[in-house]
Each structure stands twice: as C-alpha cells, then as structure tokens.
C-alpha cells in the first residue's frame, strides 16, 4: 500500500510534536522546522532517527533537511531538482525564489513528508 | 601570599528531607523520616526525594523546578543528573543578593546569578537505570533516540547546569564512589584557598532507586533488611546494612573576602579537606581504617593550620549503616577522639534520610546548615545498643556544643574524604 502524504504529514507532525513538546494540533505543513520552533542541532538527530524508524527508510540528512539549499540553489534549477527529486516542482521554484530571506532555513514540515513519502516508494 | 578563607554563601537542594534549608529543618525538627518501600523491590527500604517519577510534576514547583520542567531537553538527564541540576540552581539562587532563604521568588536572569567564569565542579553518580531504557540489546533499538548515550555518560548533568546557569569557565565532573560530593566540594574549597577561583559552584546529585540501580546493592547484599519502612541503624550492634537514598546538594563556595564585600549570606566556613585512597580491597574498607584516619588527620591540621583553635565539636560520620563500615569508623573514632577532655558528638545523618552515594556528602552538609540554624543535632535514629561506649553518640536532640566539626565520607574502592567546616550563625 503507499504511502499518502496526508499520513505521512501526521507521522511528521507527531514525531515533531513530541519532541519540542508541542500540541500536534498547533503544527502543519507550513510549519518552519528551524524557523518556526527551537529547532538545534541536537532535535534534527533524533528527528532524523524517529523519522528513520516511523518510515522504515534510511534517512539522508543532506536531502531531507534541505543541507545545501543555499549553495545548490545559486546553482539554480537543475542542480536543485538533481538534489531534492521529492519536491514539487512548484516548491522547489518557491525555494528558488525565496533564497534571499531571513536567513532561516526555509524547511518545512511538509517538505519533511514529501521526503518520506518519496523516500518510502524506494 | 596568605591562602584564602572560603565560605559558603550559597546552598540548595533537593533531599529526602526537604529541597531548601527551611524545609529539611523542619522535617528535623518534627523528626519525620522519608523511608518507605521501593516501588521495584518493596522488600526494601529507600528514601526518595518527591516527587517520584517526573521531577517536573511536583505540586507547587519553585523557580528552579519550573525553569528545569520547561526545558525540554531535560530528559537527557537521568534521575540523579537531574537532581545534580536542580540543587545547583537553588543553589546559585540562594547565593544571589537579595533572595529569599527557602527557594521563594524567581530570578529575573538564571545566567546572571553568577559571574560566567565560575568554575563548576559536579559530583555525578552513575547511570544505573537499565529498564528505564527498553531499547537496549536485546531489546529493540529502534526505541532509542538519537542521544540515548547522554542519560549514560558522566558529564550530561554538568554540561546542562552549565547551559542553564551560563557558565563558561572551568566544568569538571567527580566521582569517587561515596565520597564523591566531600571530593568535589574539597576541590572547590582548594581552588579558592589557592587563590585559583573566587567562586566555584559546587553541585552533586546521584539516584539509585531504579529497578537496577537498587539491585546493585541488594546483589552486593549490602541492603538493610530490617522492612520496608524502616531506616538503617548506624552504630548500633543490631546493624544489617545501609538504605538506599537519592537527592542532590549543591553550595557556592567563595573567597570571604568576596563574600564579606557584596554583603552575601554566610552558611559556613571550610578549613580543612583531606583525602586519601586505601589502595586495597574494591569493597571493604581498610580493616584498621589506616587511610580513613589519615584523611581525617590531614583535613583537621589544614583546619588547625587555618586557625582552629578547639574542637571539633562534632562529626557527621560517615556511618553508612553496615558491619563492616560501622566498626572501622567507630574504632577510628575512639583512636582520634575518645580520650579528649570534651569528646565531639558523633551524628550518623544516614539514619535520617539514608545513603544519597555520590551525593552523600552534599546532602549531608546541608542537612547539618539546616540542623544548625534549627539549633539542634540530630539524634541517631534506631541507636538502641551503641557499638563503642567509648563515643559520644548523639542519642536525643541536643544544641550543638560548637561551630566547629567534620563531615566523614569513606567510598567504595577505599576512598575517603573528610571536611572540616565551621557553621556561621
């Protein structure tokens, strides 16, 4: 059976909610990862590992986090769409466009379920 | 360069008995005792700091226990590391102008209380709890976190309370079994005598009441087995073994100049610190309590050499409870002071609130700050028929007769440390 991305956007947000001890009712797709909540190094390994064992997948940190954003999107289109094949075209033009911001990561949670969702199709 | 005089002008906590100085002396003065079955072995008795289960759950949590309960990462912290932390904020906040004595009020900045290069020295037990981590081989690892490691390693507790309190100088984390706090707060007490510190933060706390922390002992059968709600009887010829405590303690120590100069609240004075290690059996203490004695010697010559001119008027032994423990303590204590004019009155604080191991000593000094602003020492619980008739036990509440005293610790792997104090009124 696959995965639809509305069940993988609640195991995110579950996974999510109990780390940073919030109401999982407050959380969405939208929601800012690094922007949006106390996110420190420390919470992404062990969001990585329990998204690693919530999907059964092998999570690659540098493709689910968006790691590179900043040097691959100076390298424009292609080189993003070769990097993150789990986002939407459409999102990944946001990105593209939204690189000068506040100097926050960009991530989302629903990036984080579009990952798992590709990631779990193998 | 004359070495300098260090005070305490800080202390917090978080016992058996209480978490502030107020509260433990009045649990004194009501002669409340803490000990009631263990959750996970009832035949036996501990002495549990509340609430049990999660620190951040108590009813009315002061300002330390909110900032503790609100920080998420906490959880990286076993029990005892987070007693370590707890302690160490009262501590800090009660060294703070203008604070109440009792944990009362609330900082308006956790990392201003102290100056940011105070060093911290944190006495840390270890890491027992195998059941409260069923990800474990052989278990299934896909339930542990990415940082399970950290409730493991030694040195989380310091590195929190560092974070917390926004230290940056010098951390260390201390262990040296049961005398681990008496070494720590020894270390601090050096440090500013040296003139190496003006203030050192001084924390301890320790916890085996899991499942598998307290089957350590009870395999060693080291456990008293008098029932399960019932104290250990330090001293007497009736002994059987030790009860299990936790709880941290935690003191800022600092030059009495500094101290004297921002106008701080003195608890008391340390003079003296000896240490030694029996280098022979990794259990049982040395069977003339050769090295004991040469701790004990060691700390009151530093103290006579500071300016001790009578005394000591008590000791806060170690007197654990055990055959073993008990005899060598009590034979060394008859060598030491039996034959003086005015012997020093014995107190054995582990009948009151039990065996705290890596915190014992921490937890013990505040009991006795406590005990001397109640204005009376502690009887020996359950001290019926004393092993020396030649020892001044104290056996009903009595004033203290003097200030001056020290606090006795002799661990596990034979390593003993002693500390001379002198209480301020």
Known sequence: MTLSRDEALQRVIDCVAEIFERDAAELHARTRLMADLPCESIDLLEISIRLGVAFGISVDDEAAFLRSLRLLADEGAAALARAYPHLSEQRREELLCRREGDGLSPLTLGDLADYAVWASRG | ????????????????????????????????????????????????????????????????????????????????????????????????????????????DWTAL??????????????????????????????????WLLRWLPNTATAALCRLLGLHGESLTVNAA???????????????????????????????????????????????????????????????????????????????????????????????????????????????????????????????AAGMREGPHWVSAHGTGTGRNDAVEAALLERLFADMATPPAIMALKSRQGHASAAAGAVELLTLLAAWRAGVMPSIAGLERPCSARLAFVREETPFAGPLGLLENFGFGGQNAVLVVRLWT
């Open chain 2, 1 to 108: 360069m004359t070495p300098a005089r260090v005070v305490i002008s800080g202390a917090g906590g978080c016992t058996p008995l209480g978490g502030s100085l107020v509260e433990v002396g009045a649990a004194l003065r009501a002669g409340r005792l803490p000990f009631a079955p263990s959750r996970h072995w009832p035949e036996f008795a501990v002495a549990p700091v509340e609430p049990q289960g999660d620190l951040a759950r108590a009813p009315s949590p002061d300002a330390a226990l909110r900032l503790l309960g609100g920080w998420r990462h906490r959880h990286y912290c076993h029990r005892g590391a987070q007693l370590a932390v707890l302690a160490g904020l009262r501590a800090a906040w009660d060294a703070a102008p203008g604070s109440a004595s009792g944990n009362e009020g609330r900082p308006a």
């Open chain 2, 114 to 147: 102290l100056p940011e290069d105070t060093p911290l020295l944190l006495a840390a037990g270890p890491m027992l709890d195998v059941s409260g981590e069923p990800g474990l081989p052989p278990g299934d690892v896909n339930r542990l976190g990415a940082l």
């Open chain 2, 178 to 304: 049961c005398a681990s706090a008496l070494h720590a707060l020894g270390e601090g007490f050096r440090r500013i005598r040296r003139g190496e510190a003006v203030r050192v933060l001084v924390a301890a706390g320790d916890s085996r009441l899991s499942e598998a922390g307290l089957l350590g002992y009870a395999r060693a059968r080291t456990l008293s087995r008098r029932g399960p709600e019932c104290g250990p009887r330090p001293f007497d010829l009736a002994r059987d073994g030790f009860v299990a405590a936790e709880g941290g303690a935690a003191f800022v120590l600092e030059s009495l100049e500094a101290a004297t100069a921002r106008g701080a609240r003195i608890h008391a004075e340390i003079l003296g610190f000896g240490a030694t290690s029996d280098g022979g059996s990794l259990t049982a203490p040395d069977e003339e309590g050769r090295y004991a004695e040469r701790a004990v010697r060691a700390a009151l010559a530093e103290a006579v």
